[in-house]
Antibody, heavy 122, light 107 residues
Framework: QVTLKESGPGILQPSQTLSLTCSFS??????????VGWIRQPSGKGLEWLLH???????YYNPALKSRLTISKDTYNNQVFLKIANVDTADTATYYC??????????????WGQGTSVTVSS | DIQMTQSPASLSVSVGETVTITCRAS??????LAWYQQKQGKSPQLLVY???NLADGVPSRFSGSGSGTQYSLKINSLQSEDFGSYYC?????????FGGGTKLEIK
């Protein structure tokens, strides 16, 4: 059974660094063709893909945010970490992590976490 | 960046009706497209991947079609549990952008 769960600070102040953790089970990031991505959704709005990391440690970033994003993984403990530097109110959103599977060059985000709400406020 | 234009933005339909949601990509995405359903307050769930393949456990009343730049999600005989928001997402090179979403409401 595949599960993912996001955790984070809930609230932080502008200019701080947001640190989120995705803890997962039921799959391994040491398995080829697996990955974990981060997606966010401001309240009442659409989905925005942020970045993802693959089993071979390849990393892909949304260029609109790339300078502020960092992703890493702890394969042994089944965790993926996201950092967003210098946050402002526009980063207020629900943040999801999702498993990525790839087969014959075709991708899907087939399992999602429940999401964690992040509010940036002074 | 590839832009995904999804339509309609909202739709009011009755149980039992058939609906079609479309996504148009700004360039050829070679069937690298997924559809998701999101219910209020919940995380998105994968419905279709690679444009036409139903995800595990997805009812057969859902179907995906399309190629090139034009893709569709069809829902036959709408059930009450199908109401919510739907999103397309392409996977042809990063950034992996989503469509703006379609909100499906009960008439």
């Amino acid at each position: 059974q595949v599960t993912l769960k996001e955790s984070g600070p809930g609230i932080l102040q502008p200019s701080q660094t947001l640190s989120l953790t995705c803890s997962f089970s039921g799959f391994s990031l040491s398995t080829s063709n697996m990955g974990v991505g981060w997606i966010r959704q401001p309240s009442g709005k659409g989905l925005e893909w942020l970045l993802h990391i693959l089993w071979n440690d390849s990393k892909y970033y949304n260029p609109a945010l790339k300078s502020r994003l960092t992703i890493s993984k702890d394969t042994y403990n089944n965790q993926v970490f996201l950092k967003i530097a210098n946050v402002d109110t526009a980063d207020t959103a629900t943040y999801y992590c999702a498993r990525i599977t790839e087969g014959r060059g075709l991708y899907a985000m087939d399992y999602w976490g429940q999401g964690t709400s992040v509010t940036v406020s002074s | 960046d590839i832009q995904m234009t999804q339509s309609p933005a909202s739709l009011s339909v009755s149980v039992g009706e058939t609906v079609t949601i479309t996504c148009r990509a700004s360039e050829n995405i070679y069937s690298n497209l997924a559809w998701y359903q999101q219910k209020q307050g919940k995380s998105p769930q994968l419905l279709v991947y690679a444009a036409t393949n139903l995800a595990d456990g997805v009812p057969s009343r859902f179907s995906g079609s399309g190629s090139g730049t034009q893709y569709s999600l069809k829902i036959n005989s709408l059930q009450s549990e199908d109401f919510g928001s739907y999103y397309c997402q392409h996977f042809w090179g990063t950034p992996w952008t989503f469509g703006g979403g379609t909100k499906l409401e009960i008439k």
